[in-house]
């Protein structure tokens, strides 16, 4: 594989990013002593950012890599939605596929943290699933703009979006439309992503979803063959941590990519950034196998920076040049 190549041929790929959006609040401070009101401590804040988070994370990521990208998602009518798709925009992503739904709050997680450690986390969002009118509305609207993109990228958070019907809906016009579709799944709507290309859940979620602890690395290797063919997808990756990722694809034994971080500073939104490289060298005309790797890459980089964050594609090339490993 050539990086450089690859990396080049992002430029100009479609995507569409359909999911949960939410706005990232990070608070920065220090802790110096404990409350006199309750035993707990005091932050000192001494800074907080907003960043954007979700599916909204991943049309960053596609798009700091060089992606046009499309946002499909929904927020609520108030402040945190206002600060969702000013932010959207000043990234440079149209937010004319948001749309505001009067009857629910805007997703918002603020996590408080001292000397690098996070300490409380407050979400604010409603979990419902969306209303049968709006599932309707998001159906028009792919209908419409599905057809024109290289590839579809389903974001699913359980935060009410990404109904079944919705997701059925998604799957058969890109299917109908010869389009891929990667899904980074939770547990909610686990089973209803059939027929996929990539179905990537992470080691934990693949366990919850089974019902099952693996008491060894054949049993997890067993179950996940299994379970790839109960998707009927594509290919199945799983994410391991600091194990890194597995790729199934229906050889008799898995292949395992190792992590690439130098260091771990912050795991948030590391997967939204695997899904958006790996989808994005596969619609490039990568391997799956070349595609895990560079995905690989991206999640390295990533994992260094605080908070949810996004990757460039020198930084991608700077891994590669920094780990020179035989890619075969």
Known sequence: MEISKVLGQFTG????????????????????????????????????????????????????????????????????????????????????????????????????????????????EDLADIEPTLVQDISSRLAEILPGCDAVICEDYNKGLLTPGLIHTVIELSGKNGIPVAVDPKHKNFFEYKDVTIFKPNYQEMQKNLGMSFEDESAFREEARKLRLRMNCSYLVITRGSKGL????????????????????????????????????????????????????????????????????????????????DRR
């Open 13 to 124: 790929k479609r995507i569409l990013v359909i999911g949960d959006i939410m706005l990232d609040h990070y608070v920065w401070g220090r802790i110096d002593r404990i409350s006199p009101e309750a035993p707990v401590p005091v932050l000192q804040a001494t800074g907080e950012e907003y960043r954007l988070g979700g599916a909204a994370n991943v049309a960053l990521n596609l798009k700091a890599l060089g992606a046009e990208t499309l946002l499909v998602g929904i927020c609520g009518n108030d402040p945190v939605g206002d600060k969702l798709r000013e932010s959207v925009r000043q990234a440079g992503i149209t937010d004319e596929h948001i749309i505001i739904d009067h009857k629910r709050r805007s997703t918002l997680k603020t996590r408080m943290s001292a000397v690098n450690q996070q300490i409380l986390r407050i979400d604010y």
């Open 246 to 325: 597995y790729l199934f694809d229906g050889s008799p034994e898995p292949r395992q990519i190792p992590t690439f971080a130098r260091e771990v500073y912050d795991v948030s939104g590391a997967g939204d950034t695997v899904i958006s490289a790996l989808m994005l060298a596969y619609s490039a005309g990568c391997d799956i196998y070349d595609a895990s790797i560079v995905a690989n890459h991206a999640a390295g980089v990533v994992c260094g920076k605080r908070g949810t964050a996004w990757v460039s594609p020198e930084e991608i090339l700077k891994s590669f040049e920094s780990f020179n490993h």
